[in-house]
């Protein structure tokens, strides 16, 4: 089992930053990926970016050149460095982890709000 706790959201305002954080615990050396996703008010869940225990990354094209995923692997946490924020970024952003534990399990945080303001 992975658990996730996501922090950093709230009210930004657009053209503004912000920065959401998730740490892992749980069966960390599990893990081969983690990510952000987000749903917007009455859309489906999307992809923002994910990255990989080996660092790679790949973004949404809503999020390129825009939003950055890093991660330290010494706290078992992963960021997401949200720039030039618009008020279509207004969503509830999950953090995921993928992780091998027999079969490939996906896991997901309890969600932050982040609203951006015009």
């Known amino acids: 089992q992975v658990q996730l706790v996501e922090s950093g959201g709230g009210l930004g305002q657009a053209g503004g930053s912000l920065r959401l954080s998730c740490t892992a615990s749980?069966?960390?050396?599990?893990?081969?990926?983690m990510g952000w996703y987000r749903q917007a008010p009455g859309k489906e869940r999307e992809l923002v970016g994910i990255?990989?225990?080996?660092?790679?990354?790949n973004y949404a094209d809503s999020a390129k050149g825009r939003f950055t995923i890093s991660r330290d692997g010494t706290k078992n946490t992963v960021y997401l460095q949200m720039n030039t924020l618009k008020p279509d970024d207004t969503a509830v952003y999950y953090c995921?982890?993928?992780?091998?534990?027999?079969?490939?399990?996906?896991?997901w945080g309890k969600g932050t709000l982040v609203t951006v303001s015009p």
């Open positions: 995921n982890a993928r992780a091998i534990l027999g079969a490939i399990m996906n896991y």
């Open positions: 749980g069966s960390i050396g599990s893990i081969i990926a």
């Open positions: 990255i990989t225990t080996e660092g790679r990354t």
